[in-house]
């Protein structure tokens, strides 16, 4: 297990790496942030002089090496828009975004799992085919459309809930806030979390179904049933569980998707979270924020897969027992 | 025991009372305001923004008329000099005393290594302390509109600045993070409460201001809106007061909930084309060898196939002005009687491309923002198509505004459209930025290098000239010879739209500057 871990970490140290070289060559082609650094009144001769002090004019690869050392010493930079350390703002975003995430991917699989194995043991009902109509309405239309079809109706039309940010926060300890203590904070958390997660309950909901009804029809199942075992004995502990690997890899990666691609939902809501906090750094082609977040999302990442790999020696014996190190990898 | 259960019921009542009082106005707008720094940015929403909290010499009034701010007189003993005589009893909002140590050190501030806002005292070589309440700015040469040019120069405060080690102006070349950059004392009618760069900002009323209170605020709420529709949706359900701009295609249903009002105008800001006139060849064309746009005709013949009136009324919704010249109605030195387009006549146009040389047109690439002014790739898109009409084909490359700058500014360009707005209200600067020959610090944003020596001598006497109807006819003199030279095509200046709930009322002025002194909340 030791040398499992060790292995995987060394791995995920190279993806990061990699990730950090290939979006700060990326962020060459983003623009010119200096134009916005300046007002209109600077001359071409002060926004040269700005370019230089920045060192944007260095080669790709001399930037990079002084990136890397900076994030060695910690250092992860000064936003060009915001003129705050970047690290500083990727903490005051960053419990916005996980909050937002969780939330969704609780959505997701609370209503997902269930769903999937109704509609799996009940595979003939007229339920479960509105059920699988419904969802492919989630696969189908995009996310901000959802947002604003929501926004529409709950906000604007009942005035239930608030169409716009994280409602009042609580500072928990240093540097963390959390809008769940708050009547205000639950309320704004409701919208967007049901449009952040929609797509992947119903990702959840048809993979669920589709392991199940292949689970169903394997012997030992029917082995269970002739044995005379309850029926919740065989659908639950038998069935189930051996449908939750790939769900869990799913529910992995899918989280992983979730936190990176936070950022059309949380623009729609204006939620203040990392990903609203890099599209406006796109606009602005604010490279050292830009670059800083990537690898953060490549490291977050890199994270989510080695605990899945883990969870995996949870459930399937065999992996514990050292047989094969990982299934399923999508 | 008696009075203490008095002393309860009283504050019980008063605290009561004050929720009844209590006047929050929550608004929205595109973007956050860059920093709280006044001297970093020369942003026009980041300035107008600060303006709540900071405060200039000389501001301005309902109708960007110029009125006395922290200087209650200004004049001028000899061209060479301003006297400003400083208000009296102001104070800072952490309580500090206003006087004329806070004015030579801002200035200075504003001349350091790191300050946007050099331009506008760029005139300015000595700042002279006369006694505590009068201070006089010294120039090598006249500059009659230094009030205009300063009403974004915000006063800081001395102590404070040097206290807090922010005695330099924020920039972002230092590397770390300036006070300032998120904290304010200025002087203004409100101060900061509570700040989350790019989230929100409170702002509570600063009670010891020295002016007249219009408003009844006790709170101000400022969120940072970036989703259109949600902007809108955030207005129509209630959760806001005020949110600018509205989108063109919300304001009919915005007016019709009977809860809400549009309020309109017109920006400050012209958008015109630009055409390179400089190079001998093209960067992007068909034409080999010669540089088409050096040709009068040629730029007649586009301006006559730019059909405005039907960009208006299709792409603008009805709401921009269709401009006839460089400088916009409402800038100091707008001249109406140049305020007429060439006719829209697409046979003249195929008739001059002719008599130039070009009877089948040509081709050439156009750039274009499509996320800096309103509606800007739709307006090229009908350029192009217009074009198209009368034998031009125009290949156009409409980008992001990061990227589209960074093309236009290293002249790597051909033929593009571009905004722009004087941010000292006044023509001289759109002679000096975008219609004199490029050189030095002049000329930055005429991309397409027009030039005119007659038109640049106009320049200088317009910097110069003291009497008000002299430089005005030098004004009008330059832009009269730009317009028939045609150095730029000038376009519209775009509508304006703020939402408003009923029940509260704010005052639009022409540059989109929301001033919080004169909203009032009435339930």
Not at chain 1, 243 to 253: A, E, F, Y
Not at chain 2, 304 to 314: E, G, P, T
Not at chain 2, 504 to 518: F, G, M, P, T, Y
Request: glycine share 8%; aromatic share 8%; net charge positive.
């Amino acid at each position: 297990m030791g040398t499992f871990i060790f292995r995987r970490l060394s791995q995920t140290l190279f993806v990061v790496l990699a990730a950090a070289l290939a979006s700060f060559v990326l962020l060459r082609y983003v623009g010119d942030p200096v134009n916005n650094m300046v007002g209109q009144a600077a001359s071409l001769a002060e926004r040269d002089a700005m370019r230089r002090a920045l060192g944007l004019d260095d080669s790709i690869l001399l930037q990079f090496v002084r990136f890397l050392r900076d994030i060695v010493n910690g250092d992860l930079g000064v936003s060009y828009r915001f003129g705050v350390p970047v690290s500083r703002l990727l903490m005051e975003r960053l419990p916005a975004t996980l909050e937002l995430s969780v939330c969704a991917m609780l959505v997701a699989t609370l209503v997902g799992v269930p769903l999937g194995v109704w509609t799996a043991l009940h595979r003939r009902g007229v339920l479960s085919h509105v059920l699988l109509a419904i969802s492919l309405i989630g696969v189908a239309l995009p996310t901000f459309l959802i947002g604003i079809v929501l926004i529409l109706i709950f906000s604007v039309w009942l005035g239930w809930l608030p169409s716009f940010g994280r409602g009042a926060t609580v500072a928990i300890g240093h540097g963390w806030t959390t809008g769940l203590l708050t009547t205000s904070g639950l309320k704004a958390l409701v919208l967007p979390s049901l449009t952040l997660g929609l797509f992947q309950m119903t990702l959840i909901m048809r993979l669920v179904r589709a392991e199940m009804l292949e689970v169903l029809r394997t012997d030992y199942i029917r082995f269970a049933r002739a044995r005379g075992l309850p029926r919740t004995t065989v659908n639950f502990d038998h069935a189930l569980r051996n449908t939750l690997v790939p769900v869990i890899t799913i529910v992995g990666l899918q989280f992983g998707n979730i936190f990176a691609f936070s950022i059309i939902v949380e623009t729609v809501f204006q939620w203040p979270g990392l990903g609203l906090l890099v599209i406006q750094s796109i606009q602005f082609a604010d490279v050292p924020l830009l670059a800083s977040y990537l690898v953060l999302i490549a490291f977050g990442f890199a994270l989510i897969n080695l605990t899945v790999d883990l969870l995996y020696a949870v459930i399937d014996p065999r992996v514990r027992a050292g047989l094969i190190v990982s299934r399923a990898r999508l | 025991m008696k009075r203490f259960w008095l002393l309860c019921l009283s504050t019980f009542l008063a605290a009561g009372l004050c929720q009844a009082d209590a006047k929050t106005f929550r608004y929205a707008y595109r973007i956050d305001p860059a920093s709280l720094d006044p001297h970093a940015l020369a942003e026009t929403f980041t300035l107008s923004w600060l303006g709540q909290v900071y405060e200039p010499l000389v501001g301005r009034g309902k109708n960007l008329e110029l009125v006395p701010a922290l200087a209650v007189k200004w004049e001028q003993p000899d061209p060479k000099t301003w006297r400003l005589h400083l208000r009296p009893n102001v104070t800072f909002h952490n309580g500090e005393r206003f006087g004329a140590d806070d004015v030579i050190f801002s200035i200075a501030r504003i001349k350091a290594e790191g300050s946007d806002m050099a331009y506008t005292v760029a005139t300015v070589t000595d700042v002279r302390k006369v006694d505590d309440m009068t201070v006089d700015l010294v120039m090598d040469k006249p500059n009659p509109i230094l009030p205009l040019q300063t009403t974004s120069t915000y006063i800081m405060s001395k102590a404070w600045s040097e206290a807090n080690g922010a005695a330099k102006p924020a920039s972002v070349k230092n590397k770390v993070e300036n006070f300032a950059t998120n904290n304010a004392n200025g002087t203004g009618a409100f101060k900061i409460k509570s700040r989350q760069v790019g989230v929100k900002t409170v702002l509570v009323p600063h009670e010891a201001w020295w002016g007249p209170r219009e408003h009844n605020l006790t709170e101000v709420v400022f969120t940072p809106i970036q989703s259109d529709a949600t902007r809108v949706a955030a207005l129509l359900s209630g959760e806001l007061e005020m949110i600018y701009p509205i989108p063109q295609q919300d304001a009919a249903r915005v007016n019709a909930t009977g809860k809400h009002a549009v309020l309109t105008g017109f920006e400050l800001r012209t958008i015109f084309v630009n055409m390179d006139q400089a190079r001998d060849e093209l960067l992007e064309s068909s034409v080999k060898g010669k540089n088409p746009f050096k040709d009068k005709r040629v730029r007649q013949a586009i301006y006559q196939a730019i059909d405005m009136d039907a960009i208006k009324s299709r792409i603008m919704g009805g709401t921009s002005h269709v401009a006839g010249t460089m400088v916009a109605p409402g800038v100091n030195g707008y001249d109406e009687k140049l305020d007429r387009r060439l006719a829209f006549d697409p046979e003249a146009s195929k008739k001059l491309l002719a008599e130039a040389g070009y009877p089948s047109g040509f081709e050439f690439g156009m750039d274009c923002p499509n996320d800096r002014y309103v509606n800007d790739e739709k307006i090229c898109q009908a350029i192009v198509g217009m074009l198209a009409r009368v034998g031009l084909k125009v290949n156009l490359l409409a980008q992001t505004r990061t990227k589209y700058f960074e093309k236009i500014l290293s002249r790597n360009t051909t033929f593009s459209i571009l905004g722009w707005q004087p941010l000292s209200y006044d023509a001289h600067s759109t002679l000096q930025d975008v219609i004199n020959t490029p050189r030095d610090k002049i000329g930055t944003y005429n991309v397409g290098s027009f030039s005119n020596k007659r038109i640049d001598e106009l320049t200088d006497l317009v910097e110069n000239e003291v009497d008000p109807a002299k430089r005005q006819a030098l004004i009008s003199e330059a832009l009269t010879i730009h317009k028939s030279e045609i150095g730029h095509i000038p376009l519209h200046q775009a509508g304006l739209a703020w939402g408003v709930r009923k029940g509260v009322s704010v005052h639009l002025r022409n540059d989109d500057s929301l001033e919080l002194r004169w909203v009032k909340v009435e339930d």
